[in-house]
């Protein structure tokens, strides 16, 4: 059975387990495939997990699923020209149809190319070894007042009492919190609040924080939870914007080679304005996106999905209405790969889809030649980019 034709097999036998409608000979023929290998046993359980199911559903519907559906509908033999069958049957095969192609979309692209790949040891063990691009991890770089470097990884937990002990005997005034391209991080400063970094990000802030104020500087991407102090409003000052905090939770994008600042509140409030020019202030809502415009200080604000902005520190990256361009830009970040395009017209091409954060790089491009018809070929650490 070639590759498709068992994806989408299993793909629909997995969706008429779910609902219920799966006949004893189909069981048969999907337990046979479970006993395979372990991979299909492993993305077998993964659907079966409920809570898994509520998340992915949730993003599938970000997902466009027409192209797999449509193919999925012509290997089927399904022709929608046809009146005569009834509509409630008709309208449960759609739907069946559909749940289907969205399976083949969210998991496919990650176990089935597995089996299709399934080699020897040895075999698996060369293919692993040229692959050089690889999922981020967690590291960070923390610069003291004085010059001084510490390199921090997963084992370190990054707080007030850890930064007290590291840096014990030092003079320090502020310190400078550094992730490099492939990197993420944690860190708990003195008040109790939380930043997490996301990859070629950085976050200034005071060990200790005194006066009638705390006030940090990030560029980059961090999510931040911020203790509630109401005699101590927090700042958060990045890229010719000032965002005043009153105990709440929202993500801060704001790269240096982006000329728009993408400020989401997810809870609380919380108040924007420019660092330079007018004080009039852009209060936000929960669910609300602002967007900053570098060049000229005006900025708008959107209605958005907070999962999707902040999908990146669940495990996953969620995309909506972004062109290929801001996606390579965003996974360039944290696989920490070059790229470019063979032909800048693909570049604006609109994606929606989610890709698994933590996956191999072998992963992503699978999931792009499955649902966008996008060919990614790995030159080293350089990655050329072209249509189907």
């Given at each position: 059975?070639?590759?498709?034709?068992e994806q989408n097999l299993i793909s629909?036998?997995?969706?008429?387990?779910?609902?219920?409608?799966?006949?004893?000979?189909?069981?048969?023929?999907?337990?046979?495939?479970?006993?395979?290998?372990?991979?299909?046993?492993?993305?077998?359980?993964?659907?079966?997990?409920?809570?898994?199911?509520?998340?992915?559903?949730?993003?599938?519907?970000?997902?466009?699923?027409?192209?797999?559906?449509?193919?999925?509908?012509?290997?089927?033999?399904?022709?929608?020209?046809?009146?005569?069958?009834?509509?409630?049957?008709?309208?449960?095969?759609?739907?069946?149809?559909?749940?289907?192609?969205?399976?083949?979309?969210?998991?496919?692209?990650?176990?089935?190319?597995?089996?299709?790949?399934?080699?020897?040891?040895?075999?698996?063990?060369?293919?692993?070894?040229?692959?050089?691009?690889?999922?981020?991890?967690?590291?960070?770089?923390?610069?003291?007042?004085?010059?001084?470097?510490?390199?921090?990884?997963?084992?370190?937990?990054?707080?007030?009492?850890?930064?007290?002990?590291?840096?014990?005997?030092?003079?320090?005034?502020?310190?400078?919190?550094?992730?490099?391209?492939?990197?993420?991080?944690?860190?708990?400063?003195?008040?109790?609040?939380?930043?997490?970094?996301?990859?070629?990000?950085?976050?200034?802030?005071?060990?200790?924080?005194?006066?009638?104020?705390?006030?940090?500087?990030?560029?980059?991407?961090?999510?931040?939870?911020?203790?509630?102090?109401?005699?101590?409003?927090?700042?958060?000052?990045?890229?010719?914007?000032?965002?005043?905090?009153?105990?709440?939770?929202?993500?801060?994008?704001?790269?240096?080679?982006?000329?728009?600042?993408?400020?989401?509140?997810?809870?609380?409030?919380?108040?924007?304005?420019?660092?330079?020019?007018?004080?009039?202030?852009?209060?936000?809502?929960?669910?609300?996106?602002?967007?900053?415009?570098?060049?000229?200080?005006?900025?708008?604000?959107?209605k958005v999905d907070t999962e999707v902005?902040?999908?990146?520190?669940?495990?996953?990256?969620?995309?909506?209405?972004?062109?290929?361009?801001?996606?390579?830009?965003?996974?360039?970040?944290?696989?920490?790969?070059?790229?470019?395009?063979?032909?800048?017209?693909?570049?604006?091409?609109?994606?929606?889809?989610?890709?698994?954060?933590?996956?191999?790089?072998?992963?992503?491009?699978?999931?792009?030649?499955?649902?966008?018809?996008?060919?990614?070929?790995?030159?080293?650490?350089?990655?050329?980019?072209?249509?189907?």
């Open positions: 059975m070639a590759q498709m034709e629909w036998l997995i969706c008429k387990q779910m609902i219920g409608t799966i006949t004893e000979e189909e069981q048969q023929v999907l337990d046979e495939w479970r006993k395979q290998n372990k991979y299909n046993e492993a993305a077998y359980q993964r659907l079966m997990d409920t809570d898994r199911q509520t998340l992915e559903y949730r993003r599938s519907k970000l997902t466009n699923y027409q192209r797999p559906l449509e193919d999925m509908k012509r290997r089927l033999g399904i022709d929608e020209s046809i009146t005569e069958e009834p509509r409630a049957h008709s309208a449960m095969i759609y739907k069946l149809i559909s749940a289907a192609a969205v399976i083949l979309l969210i998991f496919g692209a990650t176990y089935f190319y597995r089996h299709a790949d399934m080699q020897s040891e040895k075999e698996q063990t060369t293919v692993v070894a040229k692959t050089t691009i690889t999922p981020g991890t967690t590291q960070a770089v923390l610069t003291l007042d004085n010059g001084k470097q510490i390199e921090l990884g997963a084992d370190n937990q990054l707080n007030s009492k850890a930064i007290a002990e590291m840096t014990k005997g030092e003079e320090i005034a502020f310190n400078n919190l550094t992730t490099p391209r492939g990197g993420e991080f944690k860190v708990t400063l003195e008040d109790g609040t939380e930043v997490w970094l996301n990859a070629d990000s950085k976050l200034r802030y005071p060990e200790t924080f005194s006066g009638n104020e705390r006030r940090v500087e990030v560029s980059g991407e961090a999510y931040f939870k911020v203790a509630k102090d109401a005699e101590k409003p927090f700042y958060v000052v990045s890229g010719g914007q000032e965002v005043r905090v009153y105990g709440t939770e929202f993500n801060v994008q704001a790269y240096a080679d982006e000329a728009t600042i993408f400020t989401t509140l997810v809870e609380g409030s919380i108040s924007l304005r420019p660092i330079n020019g007018n004080k009039s202030e852009l209060m936000l809502t929960p669910g609300n996106q602002a967007q900053f415009n570098k060049d000229n200080a005006a900025a708008k604000v959107v902005v902040t999908s990146w520190r669940s495990g996953v990256f969620v995309f909506e209405d972004q062109n290929l361009r801001q996606i390579m830009r965003t996974l360039s970040r944290w696989y920490d790969f070059e790229y470019e395009f063979a032909d800048e017209k693909i570049a604006s091409t609109i994606f929606m889809g989610s890709i698994p954060r933590y996956g191999s790089f072998a992963e992503v491009v699978e999931i792009f030649k499955k649902m966008g018809g996008i060919q990614l070929h790995q030159r080293g650490r350089r990655v050329v980019i072209s249509s189907k």
